[in-house]
């Protein structure tokens, strides 16, 4: 699933080609999605004045509101010339002069939509966390959410409504990083640990953003080139392997249903 930091290439990938364009039009080929998909005329015409992330959603800011994008389980966008032959994925484009970016997403989990005015309070962004690469987000802030909670730290790392974007991959790399065991009660947790880990996170994440993020099974950037950071996974898709800082075997658990890997002696 396309997480922070391929959604993040994505948008740095395609904000050339369509800051300062207006929308001319759009091509519905399948417009249920996750949520059926609903564009209104008066988006004809609107100028795309920035490109900006939300967590895992893509912000089309245009002049009169926003569109809204995700690309769901395994989808992808791309910039294309207006007109070309679209293949049985491709499901939406949103046209400009001459170019259009095209929807790809074989799941059909992704999802569109339009927000006229104060795009901050769709509901889909409204409740969101934090960003882990801004300022607000620090150990001060990890150890405050995890006060008294009960829950595993990789599932508070993973809550959008704490912090926005770290998904199951980038959990199990910063929690390795930063020598905690993933299934550990977060309100056990000491504020200096959640200092390590606060940082974790931020260097992880960096480094994916740098590699073009991480491609396991079909995500691409806007370029249609798969993200290297997989090359640099140190225990994510790694059970039974040997831990490439002390040699012991990496250990495989569920944590809310989602994959876990980790190292019994470098996390505790």
Known sequence: MPELPEVETTRRGIAPALIGRRISGWQ????????????P????????????????????VTDGGALILHLGMSGSLRIVEQGQRAGPHDHVDIEFDGVALRLTDPRRFGSVHYQAGAWRDHWLLAKLGVEPLEPAFDGAYLYAAARRRRIAVKLLLMDANVVVGVGNIYANEALFRAGIRPRVAAGRIVRRRFDRLAAAVRIVLTD?????????????GSSGRPGYFAQRLKVYGREGAACLDCGSTLKGIKIGQRATVYCPICQQ
């Open 208 to 220: 994916a953003i740098e590699q073009g993020g991480t491609t396991l099974r079909d995500f691409v």
């Open 28 to 39: 519905l080929r399948q417009p249920r999605l996750r949520w059926p998909v609903e564009l």
């Open 41 to 60: 005329h008066r988006l004809r015409g609107q100028r795309i004045v920035d490109t900006l992330r939300r967590g895992k959603y893509l912000i089309l």
